[in-house]
């Protein structure tokens, strides 16, 4: 298959629109990583995207969205009237309308029951969907154009890093999918922050901290617990948080967690045994994953990560990307 590669262009938007309503897939810039687009309504398309990643498919896909009233078509929350008396649901309905105003568009993804009309291919099976609206022009467009909404993995081949530019997107999926809409590298860098609406729990850390999501509803945010644990290789094992259970970010090197004060002295033990060695003293949100792939096509085979402090929100999110990319190999 040949990849096209779409300029931001009022025309190319509309070619790679057309694409997406007739099945194809087309990947999109967005501020966080670049997603992989699939029509969210139509059940081959999400196929293809886990095809063309090599993604296990029950993990769920995110549905990218380009205006509020566009939740109407993804979640029965939409539908609940004040005076049907649904105490629940008013208020979570409520909530969503903040974050919404906060956030939209934005790096927070909010999971939502879902409306029968979104298939359990996007969803991973799920009554759920996660929903999130993307702050890049091109793509807001694109979703408005195409007349459907946008079911959008990060698009990357499963386990490898995400993409952070459009060039990452054609490295790993180059010839696997129909186009990529060629826009900005992405500013934050890593993926957004997956808030469960319900219990107002983050299942995934992002550059939304819990902090910001409280301060906005005045609700209390907790870290769902999986998030404290190394997650398990048990094919039977059924996570909260569905992305726990693979394998994820990995570079082709080596990657080791050490603290910043023996880092140097490993980088000279390796190098001493004639291993290439790349090493990041902080790591970034931005520039994270851009490393990751720049490392490996220097043929690196060892990369070091010194952690980032403690206690802080965004170090945390930073620090899950670092710890997953490493495969919790951390030297004391
Ligand atoms: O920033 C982002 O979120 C990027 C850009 C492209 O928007 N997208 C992204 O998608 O990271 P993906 O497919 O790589 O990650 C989706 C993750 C899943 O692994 C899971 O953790 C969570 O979102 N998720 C999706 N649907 C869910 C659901 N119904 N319930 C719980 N978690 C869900
Ligand atoms: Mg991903």
């Not at 790096?107 to 939502?112: A, I, K, N, Q, Y």
């Not at 790349?278 to 990560?305: C, M, Q, S, V, W």
Request: charge should be negative.
């Amino acid at each position: 298959m040949k990849t096209v590669i779409y300029k931001t262009t009022e025309e190319d938007i509309e070619k790679a629109a057309a694409v997406i309503a007739k099945g194809g897939l087309v990947a999109f810039p967005t501020e966080t990583v670049y997603g992989l687009g699939a029509d969210a309504f139509d059940k081959e398309a999400a196929k293809k995207a886990y095809a063309a990643k090599g993604r296990p498919s029950d993990n769920p896909l995110i549905v990218h969205i380009a205006k509020f009233e566009d939740l109407k078509r993804l979640t029965t929350l939409m539908d609940v009237k004040a005076h049907e008396g649904a105490e629940g649901e008013l208020g979570e309905m409520l909530t969503l309308t903040k974050l919404a105003d906060a956030f939209w568009p934005g790096p927070l993804t909010v999971v939502l029951p879902k409306k029968k009309e979104v298939p359990k291919e996007t969803t991973g099976g799920l009554d759920t969907v996660a929903v999130r609206m993307p702050a890049s022009e091109p793509t807001l467009r694109l979703i408005r154009t195409s007349g459907t909404l946008l079911a959008g993995p990060s698009a990357n081949l499963s386990g490898h890093p995400s993409p952070t530019c459009w060039q990452h997107v054609e490295e790993d999926l180059g010839g696997r999918i129909d186009g990529i809409i060629a826009g900005d590298p992405c500013e934050g860098g890593i993926e957004s922050t997956v808030l469960d609406l319900r219990t107002m729990t983050i299942l995934r850390p992002g550059l939304t901290t819990p902090e910001m999501i409280a301060a906005v509803t005045g609700e209390a945010v907790s870290y769902d617990r999986t998030l404290f644990e190394k997650p398990s290789e048990d094919p039977d094992f059924h996570p909260m948080a569905p992305g726990q259970k693979y394998r994820h970010y990995a570079p082709k090197a080596e990657m080791r967690i050490v603290p910043a004060e023996k880092l140097m002295e490993r980088v000279k033990e390796e190098e001493a045994k004639g291993r290439k060695v790349r090493y990041i003293l902080h790591p970034e949100a931005r520039t994270f994953f851009a490393k990751l792939r720049e490392f490996d096509g220097e043929g690196a085979d060892i990369i070091f990560a010194a952690p980032l402090p403690e206690g802080d929100s965004l170090s945390f999110s930073v620090m899950n990307r670092v710890l997953k990319s490493a495969g919790y190999n951390i030297e004391e």
